[in-house]
């Protein structure tokens, strides 16, 4: 049996456009009827590592890290509600919105891991924050996340505490930053190529055909 074609994912639960990226890879997997010959694999990315724990809001947020106006701000948002709808996603902004921090959801994220639910609990938090206006940092709604996904909620809100389980995500964070990545989502095939961005369905195509033929050819 030959191998999967693995596909590292670096991106953050409170990015965008990470998941416009995702489902545009979802749709081409799916369209080229290849869903069992990848295997995908979350990384951690923090957008805002020193994000304090009360979050901040949206709009002074954006203004503060970008420089951009709310007007700007609000058409950002439109295109973004408009790109959503095309992949069947909500993006529900809304007056008082918080960025939060991430870092507690990226250890939870590793968890998953173990038991193949980590795409589920990716898409499971990201559909919280931007559809459902949950705070992702906080615990309730964290452990409602992982009860949501079949997972021991428990076992996994013991990681937050666990030093170890918080160096691992550290870990991985420092390995694709060495490797240049600084913008998500940043998505890596075989660890030989990767692209940035909510790349086209047919980008994606184009480098699954590319990747599979090479798994093909490499038996």
Known sequence: ????????????????????GYKHLQRAIIELNIEDQV????QPFE???????????LVEHITQKYGSTKE?????KQRM??????????FDYFEGMRMVNTFDAHVLLEYAKKFGKQTELKMRLTTAFFSE????????VLKQALLDVGLNAEEALANLTNDDARFEVKREKQYWQNLGVNSVPTIV??????VTGAQPIDVFKGLLQKFTEISKTEL
């Open 1 to 20: 049996m030959k191998d999967k074609l693995k596909i590292d994912i670096v991106s953050d639960v409170v990015c965008p456009w990470c998941t416009i």
């Open 39 to 42: 295997e995908i694999e979350w």
């Open 47 to 57: 957008l805002n590592p020193n994000m304090p724990e009360e979050g901040q809001d």
């Open 72 to 76: 700007q701000q609000d058409a950002s």
């Open 81 to 90: 509600v408009a790109a959503g709808a095309n992949v069947d996603f909500k």
């Open 133 to 140: 206006r949950k705070d992702v940092s906080k615990k309730e």
């Open 189 to 194: 095939f075989n660890r030989k190529e990767g």
